[in-house]
C-alpha cells in the first residue's frame, strides 16, 4: 500500500544552524504535501504545505520543496531557534480526504 | 474562533471496561478524523466521517473498537472491553472537504487513555 518515509528520526542542530528533514512517498497520485509541528502534550499543527504544482515555498524560516519526479519532498528550517523543538511529521494525501503520515522527526535545538 | 475541543484530556481505566472518548469538530468541518498516538510513535489512522457516514473505518484495529458522529459534528470513540495495548494518545482532527483537493486537517490536543 501507499506509505510516507521519514527521515531522519532524530536530528540535534546547533541554535542558530539550518534543519532539513525528508520524505518520500509512494502513490504517484499524491498532490498535496503538509507538514506538521507537534509539542509535548499538544495535537500536531500545520506549519507548511504544498500542493503538487508548485516546487518550492516558503514562509520566513520555513520552506518546503518538492520533486514530483523523484517523490520526495523536504522541510527546510533556517536560523533554528529554541521554539523550533518539537517532533515533525510529513504527509502526502490519498485521495481528496485522507493523509499518509510519516513517522515523524524529533528536532532538537542545542543552545 | 473555537477549535478542535476533545474530552476528557486524561482517562485512566481499568482493563475490561468501556470508555467513550468524545471530539467536538471546529463548526463547518464536515470531515472528521480519528487517529491514535503511542508514545513516541506517529499517527495511526482510526476512522474518517464525513457528515454523519464513515466511508473509511479500515484503521478501526479490531470490533471493540466503533465510533459515530451525529449531526454532522460531535463524534464518539467508544472501546469496549479495554485493554492495556489501547493505551495512547486519541487525536481527533476535523476539515473541510469538497471539491477535488486535500485539505488541511486541524487537530484537537488529544484524549491520553491509560488502561491499568
Known amino acids: 500500500g501507499e506509505n510516507v518515509e521519514q527521515h531522519p528520526s532524530t536530528l540535534s542542530v546547533q541554535e542558530g544552524d539550518s534543519a532539513v528533514i525528508k520524505c518520500t512517498y509512494s502513490?504517484?497520485?499524491?498532490?498535496?504535501f503538509p507538514w506538521y509541528k507537534q509539542e509535548l502534550g499538544k495535537g500536531p499543527q500545520l506549519i507548511i504545505d504544498?500542493?503538487?504544482n508548485v516546487g518550492e515555498k516558503k514562509d520566513q524560516r520555513i520552506a518546503v520543496t518538492l520533486n514530483k519526479t523523484a517523490k520526495h519532498f523536504s522541510l527546510h528550517i533556517t536560523e533554528t531557534q529554541p521554539e523550533d523543538s518539537a517532533v515533525y511529521f510529513c504527509?502526502?494525501?490519498?485521495?481528496?480526504?485522507?493523509?499518509?503520515w510519516g513517522a515523524g522527526t524529533k528536532l532538537i535545538i542545542k543552545p | 474562533g473555537a477549535g478542535v475541543s476533545q474530552s476528557p484530556s486524561n482517562k485512566v481505566t481499568e482493563k475490561g471496561k468501556d470508555v467513550e472518548l468524545r471530539c467536538d469538530p471546529i463548526?463547518?468541518?464536515?470531515?472528521l478524523y480519528w487517529y491514535r498516538q503511542s508514545l513516541g510513535q506517529g499517527l495511526e489512522f482510526l476512522i474518517y466521517?464525513?457528515?454523519?457516514?464513515?466511508?473509511?473505518k479500515s484503521g478501526l484495529p479490531s470490533d471493540r473498537f466503533s465510533a459515530e458522529r451525529t449531526g454532522g459534528s460531535v463524534s464518539t470513540l467508544t472501546i469496549q472491553r479495554t485493554q492495556q495495548e489501547d493505551s495512547a494518545v486519541y487525536l481527533c482532527?476535523?476539515?473541510?472537504?469538497?471539491?477535488?483537493?486535500?485539505?488541511?486537517?486541524?487537530f484537537g490536543p488529544g484524549t491520553r487513555l491509560t488502561v491499568t
Open positions: 502513490d504517484s497520485a499524491s498532490n498535496y
Open positions: 504544498i500542493r503538487s
Open positions: 504527509a502526502a494525501s490519498r485521495g481528496n480526504y485522507q493523509l499518509i
Open positions: 482532527a476535523s476539515s473541510l472537504v469538497g471539491g477535488s483537493q486535500a485539505r488541511e486537517q486541524y
Open positions: 466521517f464525513q457528515g454523519n457516514s464513515a466511508p473509511d
Open positions: 463548526s463547518g468541518h464536515t470531515a
